[in-house]
């Protein structure tokens, strides 16, 4: 069982280029998030999705497009990257619904913006 | 708006010594407050959640309303609890968790 699979784990772009990081999960959940993380934030919720079709901007969405056209796929891309987007992504997936639910987490992709 | 705070970028203990991070939270409501775990080299995972009441690895939190708190707790530390820990929070109704800062947790043999 695969849980949440990050596509690509690291890449280096120049600032400028365009890229998109594939998120995929396999366990049938309605929600998916993407998170980046930097050093002394913790992780700051990008954009968020909580069903096929739908999304929704999180805490700092500025820069991100993303897009859910299939429940199992959460794209996120960054149309002009810039040195400030350096960082490492997560993207993670819960079921829907409150209280026992769980966040599962893909393994991170490094990104860095030259 | 809801907010997680966790004072502490490192902390240092030695093995067998008691451990407390802390967290703190800012929200009206009432939140699901949970510790998730980064060992090195792996993907960030649930520890335990204030709803469940659980000791996972030895470790449990209590939530205080007064004080608006989730410490994480641990009485004799051990090496292999080395990690990055983020407290995190779920407010009524949202379906995103709003994280603190995160702590790293260093345990010396």
């Known amino acids: 069982n695969a849980g949440v699979t990050q596509t690509p784990k690291f890449r280096v772009l120049k600032t400028g280029q365009s890229m998109t990081l594939l998120c995929a999960q396999d366990m049938n959940h309605e929600y998916m998030y993407w998170y980046r993380q930097d050093p002394g934030m913790g992780l700051r919720l990008i954009h968020y999705s909580v069903g096929e079709g739908t999304t929704a901007k999180g805490e700092v969405p500025d820069g991100y497009n993303v897009s859910r056209l299939k429940k199992q796929n959460f794209l996120l891309g960054l149309e002009s990257a810039a040195p400030s987007q350096t960082s490492v992504y997560f993207c993670?997936?819960?079921?829907?619904?409150?209280?026992?639910?769980?966040?599962?987490f893909g393994q991170g992709t490094r990104l860095t913006v030259v | 708006a809801q907010r997680v705070t966790q004072p502490e970028k490192l902390l240092s203990v030695f093995k067998g010594a008691p451990v407390e991070l802390k967290c703190n939270y800012s929200y009206s409501g009432s939140p699901e407050l949970f510790w998730y775990v980064q060992y090195s080299r792996q993907r960030l995972q649930l520890l335990l959640r204030h709803i469940s009441r659980e000791s996972i690895k030895g470790f449990t939190a209590d939530l205080n309303k007064g004080e608006t708190s989730f410490h994480l707790k641990k009485p004799f530390a051990q090496e292999e609890d080395s990690a990055m820990y983020y407290c995190?929070?779920?407010?009524?109704?949202?379906?995103?968790?709003?994280f603190g800062s995160g702590t790293r947790l260093q345990v010396q043999p």
């Open positions: 993670a997936s819960s079921t829907r619904g409150t209280g026992r639910t769980e966040a599962f």
């Open positions: 995190a929070l779920r407010g009524t109704g949202r379906r995103a968790l709003t």
